[in-house]
């Protein structure tokens, strides 16, 4: 019966990563959908010009994505660093003075529950097992075969925001002028209102206030820049 706990904590901390990713993507291609969206529709409140929404899609898109998958790169690598020195830590403390880790895990299995005659039987089976690999899931919520890489984290930030990106970059510059901005604004709305719905869906929250706060967050967006956009082209900026 010792074995179960273990196997259901492994599982859901599988579960919960791939959770983690699936939020990270929705949210990478969102702010994809509602950054280039903004620039896009800002720039054609200026002007009517194709080439200049491709341009400026385009450095929106790449400047976004680049910046997204160095910030993820950075925030993970930083996350892992953290967890090897704990490892690392954990694995000292092992060597230094095994007796008193096996009490500190007995501890802690107490606390989740176990008497402590069968904590005690749990710990000293975990710890011929593999000790290292018992203290790091038990106390540090950590598998050492699991870590994060950065640079999937940053790939996956970079593709999901471009993703996002191409959608209201191609609204805008492939229809004809006189329909392009309804078309960018409906596209990117439906967009939104899908992210928002998969976020939720992920959280196990109710959609609806999700995808009302996406809707309404990228509708501001966008009025926003049209409406810079218009007064600076009014004026010939």
Do not use: K
Not at 56 to 84: F, I
Not at 96 to 104: G, K, M, V
Not at 153 to 163: D, I, K, P, Y
């Amino acid at each position: 019966m010792t074995e179960v706990p273990a196997h259901d904590e492994a599982h859901g901390g599988a579960l919960g990563s791939r959770l983690n990713w699936l939020r990270a993507a929705v949210l990478g291609a969102n702010d994809g959908v509602v950054s280039t969206a903004g620039l896009v529709v800002g720039v054609a409140g200026a002007s009517e010009s194709r080439s200049a929404l491709l341009t400026a899609g385009l450095a929106g898109l790449l400047a976004g994505s680049m910046s997204m998958a160095a910030g993820e790169y950075v925030s993970v690598s930083t996350q892992r660093d953290s967890e090897q020195a704990a490892l690392a830590q954990e694995r000292r403390e092992l060597h230094e003075d095994p007796e008193a880790e096996l009490d500190e895990l007995t501890g802690m299995l107490t606390a989740r529950g176990l008497s402590p005659d069968v904590a005690r039987e749990a710990a000293v089976q975990l710890t011929e097992r593999d000790a290292l690999r018992a203290h790091a899931a038990v106390e540090l919520g950590i598998n050492p075969d699991e870590l994060t890489n950065p640079w999937h984290a940053a790939g996956a930030s970079f593709l999901a925001f471009t993703v996002g990106a191409l959608l209201p970059l191609l609204a805008i510059v492939l229809p004809p002028t006189e329909h392009r901005l309804w078309i960018t604004v409906v596209s990117v709305l439906c967009a939104l209102a899908f992210t928002g719905w998969w976020s939720a869906r992920l959280g196990e929250a109710r959609p609806g206030p999700a995808i009302l706060r996406n809707v309404a967050g990228g509708a501001l967006a966008m009025a926003v820049t049209y409406a810079a956009g218009s007064l600076l082209g009014a004026v010939g900026v």
